[in-house]
């Protein structure tokens, strides 16, 4: 099964952005990812193809009309059971753990969102699971659409090769990754901590843990407030 991302956007310009480079591009070339998108304007009724217009109640910006973003998701996804994002800063946060759910399954449909938002109904009659990748804002969706397909194509099958196996990653065990090291031994001034020239994999692998517990519990503790890690402290 390969892995589907459509992507209905206002700015299709803007895919794929850096995913055509590097080893998600290789990927996608090689067919293990697709990637299609969608322009909401297509949708749009009136000579103007107008596509937004200004908020229910009063204030500044302009909204997403309603009508014209279903039909749109209705075109790609009638019949499709891929989970349907949107792309807001008011959303649930993106964890490694979502990215892993997502890129278990057949693939994603993901709204970006401009302008000052998108009508709440067709949020909730279109079923959108909104999606953060940060306290930020952003000027649209796109950037947080291509953040989450990057953290999602390099851990499909394949796609990374063995690269990713026996790593430790930050958030793979709840923790950030400890501090990595590589030739000279010695550079300005500074050297490789000795455990990792020992030869040792029991003191490494000990040295690692700690010191991602360390890096961890200093630089975010909220990542293991009421979690249980194999904590050696
Ligand atoms: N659109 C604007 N800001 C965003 C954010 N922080 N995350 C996801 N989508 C956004």
């Known amino acids: 099964m390969t892995f589907r991302a459509t992507i209905l956007t206002l700015y299709p310009e803007m895919f794929p952005g850096h995913l055509a480079l590097s080893l998600a591009g290789k990927a996608l070339e090689r067919g293990q990812w697709a990637l299609d998108t969608v322009q909401i304007r297509d949708f ?113 099958p394949g796609v990374m090769g063995n690269a990713l196996s026996g790593t430790h990653e930050s958030f793979e065990n709840g923790l950030l990754e400890h501090p990595q090291y590589t030739r000279p031994q010695v550079f300005e001034g500074r050297e490789i901590p000795a455990v990792l020239t020992s030869g040792n994999h029991a003191a490494i692998e000990k040295w690692r843990l700690e010191e991602a517990e360390r890096l961890t519990r200093t630089r975010r503790p909220d990542l293991l407030a009421g979690k249980t890690h194999p904590v050696t402290k």
């Open 44 to 156: 749009a009724q009136d000579r103007h193809r107008t596509v937004d217009d200004t908020p229910a109640g009063g204030g500044a910006g302009m909204v997403l009309k309603p009508d014209i973003l279903a039909k749109a998701i209705d075109n790609v996804s009638d019949g499709d059971n891929r989970p349907r994002l949107l792309m807001s800063p008011r959303g649930n946060p993106l964890t490694q753990e979502k990215v892993r759910e997502l890129a278990a399954g057949g693939g994603v449909v993901i709204v970006c969102g401009r302008f000052e938002g998108v009508d709440q109904r067709v949020i909730d009659g279109r079923n959108l699971e909104e999606v953060s990748i940060g306290d930020y804002v952003l000027s649209g969706g796109e950037p947080a659409a291509l953040t989450l397909l990057d953290a999602v194509v390099r851990i499909l």
